[in-house]
T-cell receptor
Framework: ETGVTQTPRHLVMGMTNKKSLKCEQHLGHNAMYWYKQSAKKPLELMFVYNFKEQTENNSVPSRFSPECPNSSHLFLHLHTLQPEDSALYLC?????????????FGPGTRLTVL | GQNIDQPTEMTATEGAIVQINCTYQTSGFNGLFWYQQHAGEAPTFLSYNVLDGLEEKGRFSSFLSRSKGYSYLLLKELQMKDSASYLCAVMDSNYQLIWGAGTKLIIKP
């Protein structure tokens, strides 16, 4: 596999469910990102990991919990979500955070919260 | 606050030229990116400008004026496959990307 992959591509969950989104990058990068993309709104940066350390948490509610076990893998654990959390969740990676580096995106997980 | 403005939607004809504008107000500037995103797909990198002027890459060109807080993406010889959303993003003083809401480009035959 090449590039940035995300699973699942689509997810429907109830407000009481617990689920996890997975991201994997095969580019040898050291920084990984979670973004939320809602219709007709700018991408919202949620979390940044640089060399497995979380360097950014943009006031994201605690019902979203990230995990970065190594530089190639990133998870977003979801619990007790709200309908307004329905969106496309994009993962990205770059060589490093904190300096100019092009970000490479995965195809996203389309999340629907009922 | 930080703000990126770009038109919500534009329509153009196959074979023609279209210019998508982006204006920005950010805390610091470390470059401006353009990304293309087809429906249901990942955003993909098109261009990066950090100095004033025009950068040309095949049918696509990107222009930057830092003093005006302005950029545009120019697409020539439009093809149907160019129908997509085009995202403008500025890297601020903390090297974080601040994104615009994207411009949906519709190409008609």
């Amino acid at each position: 596999e090449t590039g940035v992959t995300q699973t699942p591509r689509h997810l429907v969950m109830g407000m009481t469910n617990k689920k996890s989104l997975k991201c994997e990058q095969h580019l040898g990068h050291n920084a990984m990102y979670w973004y939320k993309q809602s219709a007709k709104k700018p991408l919202e940066l949620m979390f940044v990991y640089n060399f497995k350390e979380q360097t950014e948490n943009n006031s994201v509610p605690s019902r979203f919990s990230p995990e970065c076990p190594n530089s190639s893998h990133l998870f977003l654990h979801l619990h007790t979500l709200q309908p307004e959390d329905s969106a496309l969740y994009l993962c990205a990676s770059s060589q490093e955070a904190g300096e100019y580096n092009e970000q490479f995106f995965g195809p996203g997980t389309r999340l629907t919260v009922l | 606050g930080q703000n990126i403005d770009q038109p919500t939607e534009m329509t153009a004809t196959e074979g023609a030229i279209v210019q998508i504008n982006c204006t920005y107000q950010t805390s610091g500037f470390n470059g401006l990116f353009w990304y293309q995103q087809h429906a249901g797909e990942a955003p993909t990198f098109l261009s990066y400008n950090v100095l004033d002027g025009l950068e040309e890459k095949g049918r696509f060109s990107s222009f930057l004026s830092r003093s005006k807080g302005y950029s545009y993406l120019l697409l020539k010889e439009l093809q149907m496959k160019d129908s997509a959303s085009y995202l403008c993003a500025v890297m601020d003083s903390n090297y974080q990307l601040i994104w615009g809401a994207g411009t949906k480009l519709i190409i008609k035959p």
